[in-house]
């Protein structure tokens, strides 16, 4: 009795090589009041990923996130855009 040869597994369509890309916003500080900030934070822990997450704060300073707001790019960018705006989100 003759088997055929095992084929390798195919890669599953979600699997990426190598690190997610990160997530960049652009939030001015002048315009992150509290409850900016609630919002952001809502919709960030609402799409838990790998990408990490970059805040453009103005003046030169970028603010790199805790890991525990690492999002799904795929899920978070629509919420995001409509939350803040279209500009204030950089892929």
Known sequence: MCRPPARAPA?????????????????????LDELRIQRLKR????HPGDSLV??????????????????????????LRMAFGHEAVLL
């Open 43 to 46: 919709i960030l822990r609402e």
């Open 54 to 79: 970059m805040v453009d704060v103005g003046q030169g300073r970028v603010l790199k996130l805790s890991d525990e707001f690492r999002v799904d790019l795929d899920r978070s960018v629509g919420e």
């Open 11 to 31: 890669p599953l369509p979600e699997t990426r090589d190598g690190p997610a890309p990160a997530l960049r916003l652009r939030l001015p500080s002048t315009s």
